[in-house]
Each structure stands twice: as C-alpha cells, then as structure tokens.
C-alpha cells in the first residue's frame, strides 16, 4: 500500500509563512489534494490537483508537488488557519490519507 | 448549492451491521462527472476512505477493510448508502459521505458527518 508522510504538528506566529509537507515515494507523480479540518467540522478542500484553490479559499493558500514530498504553503498565517490538514492521493483504485498536521498559529 | 447529509443509526451492537445514508440535494448521483464517497475518522485519529460508487454501480473499497464495507447507489431517491458488517469498538468512529470528481477524485463537497458507535 503506498503511505503517506505528515509531520504531527507545526507551530507558526502569526504573520509568518507555514509550510506543511506531505511525503510519498514518487509523490510527484501524483495528483495531491489538501483538506483543511477544524475542530468538531467536516473537512473542507484547500488545493486540488497538487496547486489549484477552490473557489473561496484564499490566495494565502497555495500548492507545490515535485520528487517525494508535496507542498502546503499558508502565507501570512491567521490565528484562523489553525487546523489539521491532510494531504490525499489516489493509488492504484484507492485513495490514501496522510495522517494529518495540527497546525497552531501563535 | 449541492449538499450531503449523512443518516442512520448511532449505536450498533458488536458483530452486527452499521447502515448509513447520504441525501443528496441539488445534484444528481446519477452525475457522470463524480464518484460518491464514504470516509471514517475515529475519535481523535485522521481520516481514512472506504470507498466510492459510480452512478452504474461500478464501487472500489479499502483493502483494510477486509470486503466488510458494501456501497450502493439508489438514483430514484437520490442517496447512496454505506454497509459495514461484523463491526466492533474499532469501527466506531465519524462517519462522512462525499463527492469526488471523476478522474482526480479530490471530495470537494462533504457532509456534516454522523457518529457511529459500536457498543453493546
């Protein structure tokens, strides 16, 4: 089954630029989506297909995918942003999930 | 404005049967340009997906579940649903339907996501 990396958590002040990873073999590859969930919230789509923003979500939020590690990277970080975010791809008919960052703005 | 709502029992005894609807509103599962999705995520753990259905019936599962899951799709009232046999505490957990877009399979709309719990 192919795995995906995510460190458990990331702490940025606010203001600062957050960058979260995801690592896979290959990852590069792939199409890499990232979600965004809050506490007690269902997740909610923040980049798609590696670097594309839904309708919606901030410019703030941008994606980047090359070699074994994909790209999450919050601009001028919010005291909002704080969440978990996991990194998807999809392999071989299955989709896979990272296992999440606690991201903590402070 | 395309919604989910996800429905069905919140407590399940241990070896039996967890069964889940998702209503679908202001879209089609018959939609050809999306697969439709469950998803887990246990008490304080990450998300783990289960499975999604084409609107032909054509379904793709986890591995990790061992063929437990069953997915079916009803077009005539718009809902897809979720079956997980022989349950135990491990399968308790928050359970959410969504919408992939075909080819990429990205869930760009969720729902709110039900507790289901497997306790006797």
């Known amino acids: 089954s192919y795995d995906l990396t995510q460190p458990l958590s990331l702490s940025v002040a606010p203001g600062q630029t957050a960058t979260l990873t995801c690592g896979g073999d290959?990852?590069?590859?792939?199409?890499v989506h990232w979600y965004q969930q809050k506490p007690g919230q269902a997740p909610v789509l923040v980049i798609y297909?590696?670097?594309n923003r839904p309708s919606g979500i901030p410019e703030r939020f941008s994606g980047s995918n090359s070699g074994n590690t994909a790209t999450l990277t919050i601009s001028r970080a919010q005291a909002g942003d704080e969440a978990d975010y996991y990194c998807?791809?999809?392999?071989?008919?299955?989709?896979?999930f990272g296992g999440g960052t606690k991201l903590t703005v402070l | 404005q395309v919604q989910l709502q996800e429905s069905g029992p919140g407590l399940v005894k241990p070896s039996q049967t967890l069964s889940l609807t998702c209503t679908v509103s202001?879209?089609?599962?018959?939609?050809?340009?999306?697969?439709w999705t469950w998803l887990r995520q246990p008490p304080g753990k990450g998300l783990e997906w289960i499975g999604y259905?084409?609107?032909?019936?054509?379904?793709y599962y986890n591995p990790s579940l061992k063929s437990r899951a069953t997915i079916s799709v009803d077009t005539s009232k718009n809902q897809f649903s979720l079956k997980l046999t022989s349950v135990t505490a491990a399968d308790t957990a928050v359970y959410y339907c969504?919408?992939?877009?075909?080819?990429?399979?990205?869930?760009?709309?969720w729902g709110k996501g039900t507790t289901g719990t497997v306790s006797s």
């Open positions: 259905i084409y609107y032909t019936g054509s379904a």
């Open positions: 290959n990852i590069g590859n792939k199409n």
């Open positions: 998807q791809v999809g392999d071989s008919g299955t989709e896979v």
């Open positions: 202001g879209d089609s599962v018959s939609n050809d340009n999306y697969y």
């Open positions: 969504a919408r992939a877009l075909l080819y990429f399979f990205y869930l760009d709309v």
């Open positions: 297909r590696d670097s």
